[in-house]
């Protein structure tokens, strides 16, 4: 038997996306952008899934930008709004600057801004739990002199809104915080950090990647003016992805080609993956009750897979003496949970996992491989040895009440076998289980 549960890495394709693409790479192979009878249904094909991916979000057709996937919808977001401010201004409205937190919690900042810049250079604030799609773009931008701030979060691995209101500063230009986190699974208070960012008059980005297609998302209600999507998250193909962009927002283009995706990203449209795309956001909506067509409810899907994944988790934590399960445990989207197991090596773990049926990970799929603790884990308080004995497990819509026990015993077998062998692990474990 195989179990995958590591659907936050990614999902496998639905057969209505597989089935809905097929034509797009055959007989309807054209160009979206000919003037022809056969462009103009590759056109039509577009402009439907482009209706289908604002319906899931609950944005305008207009407002939706087709990327190759999520980092690059992130990377268009980060870049496109800094580039679009031009350089060093002095922003006459907004909050006024308040001093910086730096104790427990609080935020850490780039060296040039220890102080309100006054020597014009444009503010970011940004999370340290963010992916490295968007972490990794935001220290770019400090090695081009932006100033960052990355705000902290506690234990629970969510981020205090009062904390990015305590970042502000005239020279802000952006926020970006992640919606749902990939490792932890916790949600972000994305509308009350929206609500500050409007009353600011900064922009507001958010990393929905995570989030869509497990919680409702409403770009209205979160107060967004730009989130980023991904298809493969979803059970659409890798590859493809989307931003949103709020009428009205500026941004500048990553590149320079044609006029297509109204000049905000040149490049053929990759049609097959764009209808893939809208066909994945078309059942993502409908599980999320939002229509009755697959005729399971938001609750009922949602639900199921959060009573597997509590099941898992509690009967591990009974099980395996010395696991804990990290982050907040109710603000959390349904399917992921990220234990820690003391005396297991993570990656070990992981492959221990594979040997006995079992795929999950060990921290972030896109940095699996790498050595380092993960940043989201070391950002919540643990050490780095807790943090490299992590494991990741994420559920998804097909995952059955079997495979959780086939599962469940993995993961015991497992453990115990590694900490047999671990010359660090003291089996003296009068220690009881700490669980969080
Ligand atoms: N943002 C988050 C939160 C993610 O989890 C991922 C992928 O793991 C990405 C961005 C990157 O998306 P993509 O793989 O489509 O580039």
Do not use: W
């Not at 409702?216 to 003016?225: H, I, K, N, Q, Y």
Request: glycine letters at 12%; proline letters at 4%.
């Amino acid at each position: 038997m195989r179990v995958y549960l590591d659907y936050n890495a990614t999902t496998p394709m639905a057969p209505e996306v597989l089935d809905a693409m097929m034509p797009y790479f055959s007989e309807r192979f054209a160009n979206a952008s000919s003037i022809h009878s056969e462009g103009q249904r590759a056109r039509y094909a577009v402009e439907g899934a482009r209706e289908s991916v604002a319906g899931l979000i609950g944005a305008k057709a207009g407002e939706i930008v087709f990327t190759s996937g999520g980092t690059e919808a992130d990377n268009l977001a980060i870049f496109g709004v800094v580039a679009a401010d031009g350089t060093a201004r002095t922003k006459t409205g907004g909050a006024s600057p308040a001093p910086t937190d730096t104790s427990e919690g609080g935020a850490r900042e780039s060296d040039a801004a220890s102080g309100a810049s006054g020597n014009g250079a444009r503010h970011v604030i940004t999370s340290a739990i963010e992916h490295s799609a968007v972490l990794n773009a935001c220290q770019k931008l400090e090695r081009d002199g932006v100033e960052v701030t990355y705000v902290g979060v506690g234990a629970d691995g969510v981020v205090d809104p009062e904390e990015v209101r305590r970042a502000l500063r005239p020279s802000t230009i952006l926020i970006s915080i992640m919606h749902a986190n990939n490792e932890l699974g916790t949600i972000q208070p994305i509308s009350a950090i929206g609500e500050i960012a409007r009353e600011s008059g900064v922009a507001f980005h958010t990393d929905a990647v995570q989030a869509a297609g497990k919680l409702p998302v409403d770009v209205g209600r979160l107060g967004v003016d730009l989130l980023s999507l991904s298809a493969h998250k979803i059970y659409g193909p890798k590859g493809m992805g989307a931003l949103y962009l709020r009428a009205g927002t500026r941004l500048h283009p990553m590149f320079y080609g044609g006029h297509h995706e109204r000049d905000k990203r040149p490049g053929t449209e990759n049609v097959a993956g764009i209808v893939g795309l809208g066909r994945a956001a078309e059942s993502a909506r409908a599980l999320l009750g939002k229509s009755a067509e697959l005729g399971e409810s938001a609750a009922d899907s949602t639900s199921r897979i959060a009573a597997m994944r509590d099941r898992f988790e509690s009967t591990i934590l009974e099980m395996v003496p010395q696991s804990r399960v990290n982050g907040d445990r109710s603000r959390r989207v349904a399917n992921t949970t990220n234990m820690t197991f003391a005396g297991a090596e993570g990656e070990s773990l992981v492959i221990a996992l594979d040997l006995r049926g079992v795929a999950c990970s060990s921290g972030s799929a896109c940095s699996s491989g790498a050595v380092e603790p993960s940043h989201v884990l070391t950002a919540i308080g643990l050490t780095p040895e807790e943090g490299r004995s992590s494991v990741r497990f994420s559920l998804g819509r097909t995952t059955v009440d079997a495979e959780i026990d086939f599962a469940v015993n993995a993961v015991r077998e497992a453990v115990g076998h590694l900490r047999e062998i671990s010359p660090s692990y003291r089996k003296t474990a009068a220690v009881p289980a700490t669980r969080r």
